[in-house]
């Protein structure tokens, strides 16, 4: 259910945005009068070679960079998000998120993924039309030489990758394992920037490290919770999954994980281990589509996973206990009915007297569940929902009466 930026366009996100001066100045020796194309053209070859010997891999071919600016870099983004979710899916996600309260009312997706790729995307790799674009235009003082090299390190292992295993495109911005997926490659991209920075620059530059310090002035404060939460897990969480195959396995294991088993839930990423187990989702059972009769249509149906479960019990308890109480993650699966239209005239989102919303987990072990169970009474009391357990079913349900809801989480 976590929001993450489509996969078509794979973007890094950096606290100093890459400056073309930085680049046609930076390490490579290039003459003053070459022009920016060529002098960037050539620090890519020069990098792309790097990061063939840390990643053990080899380019077809080196991609052939254009500079795009932060106006171009958000219009490439808006138009591949446009691709990825349409106007309805688009409505149905934020009707959820707001119901859920992982989102204030009135949110406008579409206005989150122009400011993040406008104002906090140093690069991207189209995966789509296999292009390089490098964004300029924010000034030399806002990155030097080592921040340039380490985007188009991240950026160019995207292409690699690509080139010797495929990226595949992949829909549903909501959906679980599409999220464990984008962890995964970013991951890999994270990884290789961090070793490009250890061994050809002498600073460990990772990006976690790098979104960790951004500050007020970098348009990430304004951002509610989840929207970054989501934004930053497939960099952290995916570096991590990715640094834990290779201390078992080395880039071969990462190679099996890109090619042949690539991670199904975010539970994956979080717990590696579960990975190497193949430990797949428990099934969870949700009622028919017409479970609420004539009137109601049901809007959108996906998978919770445990991302998405840590994110919810924030909304009502510290990190802390919400990570320990979505850690016995099983399954989870969530269904949204709509009563009416949506969006709704008259009825501002999420509006909840048109909406009926259900949520059902599978724990790992009985102690998982009632460590949730403790965790969740406190979100439903926040957010008026009714919780529910039943033969090793957790459920919690929104709806426009208690009867419904209650109605609801019967079936």
Sequence with gaps: MSVRTPLTIIAVLLVAIVAVSALAGGGGGKSASASPVASVAAEVRRIAARDQVIRGLR??????????????AQRDGLADFARSESAATQARNTEL????????????LRQIEGSVYGGQVAGYYDSRTKRLA??????????????AEITLSHELNHALEDQNFGIHESSG??????????????????????????????????????????GADTGTAGLPPYILASLLF??????????????????????LAERVRPPVSTEQIIHPEK????????????????????????????????????????VANGPLTAGNAAAGWGGGRYALWRHGPLPAPGCASPCRSRDALLLRWRWDTARDERQFVAAAGRYVARVGAVLSVRGGETTIAFAPTAALARRLSAR
Aim: avoid cysteine; charged fraction near 15%.
């Design 59 to 72: 380019f077809h071919s080196v991609p052939v960079p254009r500079l795009v600016s932060p106006a171009q």
């Design 97 to 108: 998120l707001e119901l859920l309260g992982l989102l204030p009312p009135r949110t406008s």
């Design 134 to 147: 490098i964004v300029t235009g924010h000034g030399a003082e806002a990155a030097g030489g080592a921040d």
């Design 173 to 214: 911005a909501t959906d679980d394992t599409a999220t464990a997926y984008t962890a995964l490659i970013e991951g890999t991209a994270t990884e290789v920037m961090t070793r490009y920075a250890i061994r050809y620059i002498g600073a460990a530059r990772s990006l976690s490290g790098a979104l960790g310090s951004l």
């Design 234 to 255: 497939p960099y952290e969480s995916g570096q991590k999954f990715v640094e834990a195959l290779l201390r078992i396995g080395g880039w071969r294991l990462v190679n």
């Design 275 to 314: 990975w190497l187990r193949v430990e797949l989702p428990l099934p969870v059972p949700m009622p028919a589509p017409g479970a609420l009769g004539a009137g109601w249509r049901r809007v959108a149906a996906g998978t919770l996973g445990e991302l998405d479960t840590h994110e919810l019990l924030r």
